[in-house]
């Protein structure tokens, strides 16, 4: 099957593309010369074990992780937000309840209401405003209220719908106060925002290794604060205690059952290698231009409203903290058609629908259309934006 080579890729919300050479020569460097690791003293097992472990260091001090055996590798994001959600309510009972923002993807929403539905917890999701953004006020009146209660409080970092970063830190505080665990969905914001998580009051940190990271998919990242502990969800062969049918009670092998995908891990750790000697703060600095000159466009056309900033709020590019994505609607255009013809017609990426977050969507009262999402990255220039407003610009004139 022959593909239609895309010209420019304007989805890095939903994963990076195209990934470093260093991360596709890391992938294959491994694949040729690891075996399992962990399961062996020959040199191709222990070759594996030694990648996987040099990774974990080098992403744990990337992080800020002082217990680099606390930085657990999951399937991704989605893994370790299950991995954190079942075990934590996994012994919830009927009066006991969760809190999310309001503003959660499916990967925490849908996994809650599986325990709600189990367990029979109340599931408490914040009212964020209309950009949506979180008054902390009400979290506060909750954990006041509530905290004796609460099992687990989910805050996503950086919203991947609106682009808008949340106060997650100021979030992990609080509940700290109250003795409630809080758990935060880093996937928009890990690679993108410096992170010190052993200098946080954050209990559980759950990323992917493909978004802002600019590593494989296959591959997620999970930190446990030293005073958590998680139950596995997955029982096997760790290559530690073989001769106790006992899962190890110790990090990682509690939570790393089963042959490692070390292929992936082993690539994570060359795309941190590259976003370090890129400079993160560069790139995310080069990737807000680009979006902000986006909105400053957008916010200017009387068909187009744009999710997540209001135009009263545009102050020469003076926008909240934000990621490099923007989601809008066009007039009498349905977000569906408008990514079709951008990929058809001028072989631009986007995407459009819910972005597997309706709790988002139904806060911001765009269920039942969905929205347009352009997400910028490292390889972006001022080329592609230019093309990318052209072809706006052809196909609300053609209708």
């Excluded at 962990?38 to 472990?53: F, V």
């Excluded at 009400?138 to 209660?149: F, G, N, P, T, V």
């Excluded at 830190?169 to 109250?178: D, N, Q, R």
């Excluded at 993160?280 to 080069?286: D, G, I, M, V």
Aim: charged share 20%; glycine share 8%.
């Amino acid at each position: 099957m022959k593909m239609q080579k895309i010209k420019i890729y304007l989805d890095n919300a939903a994963t990076s593309f195209p990934k470093p050479r260093p991360v596709v020569d890391a992938m294959v460097e491994y694949l040729e010369h690891a075996g399992n690791p962990g399961r062996g003293a020959h040199a191709a097992s222990l070759y594996g074990a030694r990648r996987i472990m040099e990774a974990r260091q080098e992403i744990a001090a990337f992080f800020g992780i002082k217990t680099e055996e606390r930085l657990i590798f999951t399937p991704g994001c989605t893994a370790s937000l299950n991995q954190v959600i079942k075990s934590v309510l996994g012994d919830a009972a009927s009066g006991d309840c969760v809190i999310t923002s309001g503003m959660e993807h499916n990967a925490v929403t849908r996994p809650i209401e599986q325990m709600v539905a189990a367990r029979g917890i109340e599931h408490i999701a914040l009212n964020p405003d209309k950009n949506g953004l979180l008054d902390l006020s009400e979290l506060k009146d909750i954990l006041a209220e509530k905290h004796k209660k609460i099992r687990l409080c989910a805050i996503v970092a950086a919203s991947n719908v609106t682009g808008l970063v949340l106060p997650f830190e100021a979030a992990a505080s609080l509940c700290k106060e109250y003795n409630v665990p809080c758990l935060v969905d880093g996937a928009q914001i890990a690679g993108k925002l410096p992170l010190n998580l052993s200098g946080t009051d954050i209990s559980f940190f759950c990323a992917s290794g493909h978004k802002g990271l600019p590593g494989p998919p296959g591959v997620g990242l999970l930190y446990i604060a030293p005073d958590f502990d998680l139950r596995p969800l997955i029982a096997g062969g760790t290559g530690s205690g073989s001769e106790s049918y006992d899962i190890p009670a110790f990090y990682p092998d509690r939570l790393e059952a089963g042959t490692m995908p070390g292929h992936d891990i082993h690539a994570l750790a060359a795309a941190v290698k590259w976003l370090q000697e890129k400079d993160p703060e560069s790139l995310l600095k080069q990737e807000l231009a680009l979006c902000n000159a986006f909105l400053d466009w957008a916010l200017g056309q009387n068909n187009i409203e744009i999710v997540g900033i209001s135009t009263g709020e545009n102050a020469a590019g003076d926008y909240p903290l934000r990621m490099p994505l923007v989601s809008f609607s066009v007039n009498e255009i349905s977000p569906q058609i408008l990514a079709d013809q951008l990929d058809s017609r001028y072989s631009i990426a986007v995407r459009a629908g819910l972005h597997c977050a309706a709790q988002a969507h139904r806060s911001l009262g765009t269920i039942d259309s969905g929205l347009c999402r352009v997400s910028f990255g490292p390889q972006n220039t001022l080329s592609d934006l230019e093309a990318l407003i052209e072809a706006l610009q052809a196909i609300i004139e053609s209708v």
